[in-house]
């Protein structure tokens, strides 16, 4: 079968109309501080970051088939390594790496070179449970629903956390076929 | 492919003019059959109301793509009729004509359908289709106003739809 | 481990060096992440000024950054004492580190001593924008309103600052007017100086 889309992103984000980082990164940062001040728990800002990364997701996903000339993904392997290899570069500038694949091919890891969210930041003592990243995990989540793919995204490292690198874990729970959504008495 | 071709019952509509105005109308759905857009340029008749005219293109649709790939020659498993398939998964068609009109069709991996109708005469749209899930993006997805799998409101898409759809056919 | 290779661990954000600025996401990354801003903060509020009030706000902690950063960077920690300086700083050297370019224009208000406006034809929150006819007035410019008043204030200059469609004859699309009025302090301070 002929691949499903190109292997890195670096020619879409070449050619994509592009922003300083710090604006991306000082934006986010006052979502955080907003989140943080609206729900006061860190374990209430941790889930609305995660929604909101979801939301991001299931818009992002038609820019990047639209621009990725992407035009089907079947196969979840093939899937992760073109959220790495492109989407991560496409949106980010940034590149990603796949690694630790169980055996069934339904979990892997997502790992970051670099991280554009993170400048600038230390978690306060206040905040010492917080997933700063979190919305990253709830855009590829969002964004795999969107082509059918149900899955689960954690943080298995968060280098704010004191760990040595940024890794997600994507689980794929189960694909959805697509159904006749209307009912015959509707 | 050709559809209900053969013997011509009813007389064609008048050849394609060459500046415009041969679109009659474009649909675009989300995969839950949600009518996210229906813009009609040219479309003397109707005998249905909306919503049973957009189910009917929806189901018309879905019901062709399964059998395109039912009767797919080529690949050896495939499941029953009617069976839910993944998105992607199957061969797909981007166009039928009859003698009256020609569908163009492209749907996305995100479940995003767009069907344009046009003179049955036009060529190949599926470059065109592309060219407006582009636009759909810039103006509808990233337009922070806008709640995904609501109708599209957009001032500034629709402008750049009908414009462009004048350019095309 | 795999894949590790280029990061770099630092105990403390203080011992990183400085970004010089140079790195770049994509517009649709920003574009995408403030969509997300203005929705969710339309599930916090029940108007269209409480709205802008908020969206204001984010930009507030932003422009207060973007000064710190602009000052350690490129200032050697001097900071802009006179109003027209300050004004010329937030047109030129913010607006090209933010949006990639000048503002378009910085003009005196006709009418009142302590306005000015900072114009832009295509702001880069109201690229993507299309506003349905039950927002009315809204602006996304509150955002960049916002960061220009972080900015000023931080810098001992406190105004207020509001976003404005303004239209242009010929042109389907308003440009966006920043209009800031300097408080009371400010310009007495300003004759001050002479």
């Keep these: ?186 | ?169 | 481990m795999i894949g590790v290779g280029k990061v770099k661990q630092y105990s403390n954000v203080l011992d990183k060096p400085l970004s010089k600025g140079k790195q770049e996401v994509s517009l649709s990354a920003f574009a995408f992440l403030f969509s997300e801003l203005v929705q969710y903060n339309q599930t916090q509020v029940d108007n269209i000024a409480e709205l802008e009030r908020r969206l204001e706000d984010a930009g507030y902690s932003v422009g207060a950054r973007v000064l710190e950063l602009l000052c350690h960077r490129d200032k050697g920690n001097r900071r802009e004492t006179r109003l027209l300086g300050i004004l010329s700083f937030v047109h030129s050297t913010v607006w090209k580190v933010l949006f990639g370019k000048v503002a378009d224009s910085l003009e005196k208000g006709t009418e009142h001593e302590d306005e000015y406006m900072i114009s832009e034809k295509e702001l880069l929150v109201n690229r993507f924008i299309s506003i349905p006819k039950d927002m009315g007035t809204f602006n996304c410019g509150a955002f960049v309103a916002g960061i220009v008043r972080g900015v000023l204030d931080s810098a001992g200059f406190p105004a207020v600052v509001t976003a404005h469609f303004v239209p242009i004859e010929g042109q389907q699309r308003p440009r966006t007017t920043i209009l800031i009025k300097f408080a009371e302090e400010v310009l007495k301070r300003e004759a001050r100086l002479g």
């Design chain 1, 1 to 186: 079968m002929a691949p499903a889309g190109p292997r890195s992103g670096d020619a879409i984000f070449a050619s994509a109309e592009r922003v300083n980082a710090e604006l991306f990164t000082l934006t986010y940062g006052a979502i955080v501080r907003q989140l943080l001040t609206d729900l006061e728990e860190v374990e209430e800002v941790n889930k609305q970051l995660d929604q909101m990364g979801y939301n991001i997701g299931i818009r992002l996903v038609d820019e990047f088939l639209a621009k990725s000339n992407v035009s089907r993904c079947i196969d979840f392997k093939e899937t992760a390594e073109v959220i790495a290899k492109v989407g991560f570069k496409m949106f980010l500038g940034v590149t990603a790496s796949v690694t630790n694949w169980d055996a069934d091919g339904t979990c892997c890891s997502i790992v970051l070179e670099d991280n554009p969210l993170v400048d600038f930041v230390e978690l306060p003592d206040t905040c010492q449970g917080l997933y700063y990243c979190n919305v990253l995990s709830g855009v590829i989540r969002g964004a795999l629903e969107m082509v059918s793919m149900k899955t689960e995204v954690t943080w298995a490292r968060d280098m704010l956390r004191g760990d040595d690198a940024f890794e997600l874990q994507v689980k794929l729970l189960k694909q959805v076929p697509e159904e006749y959504p209307y009912k015959d008495d509707e």
């Design chain 2, 1 to 169: 492919m050709q559809f209900f071709g053969g013997s011509e019952i009813s007389p064609s509509p008048p050849a394609p003019t060459v500046s415009g105005n041969n679109a009659n109308m474009m649909y675009v759905f989300n995969r839950n059959g949600i009518c996210l857009l229906y813009r009609e340029w040219n479309r003397p008749l109707r005998t249905l109301n909306p919503q049973q005219d957009h189910k009917l293109m929806f189901g018309l649709l879905f019901s062709l793509k399964s059998l395109t790939a039912k009767m797919d020659p080529t690949i050896a498993e495939k499941g029953n009729l009617g069976v839910p398939q993944l998105p992607g998964q199957g061969c797909s068609f981007h166009s039928f004509h009859t003698n009256t009109y020609k569908l163009s069709f492209m749907e996305t991996p995100s479940g995003i359908k767009l069907i344009l109708v046009t003179h049955p005469r036009t060529g190949d749209l599926r470059e065109s289709l592309k060219y407006i899930y582009n636009l759909y993006v810039e103006y509808v997805v990233k337009n922070p106003l806008y709640s995904p799998g609501t109708p599209i409101r957009s001032e500034i898409f629709n402008t750049s739809l009908d414009q462009y759809v004048r350019s095309i056919a």
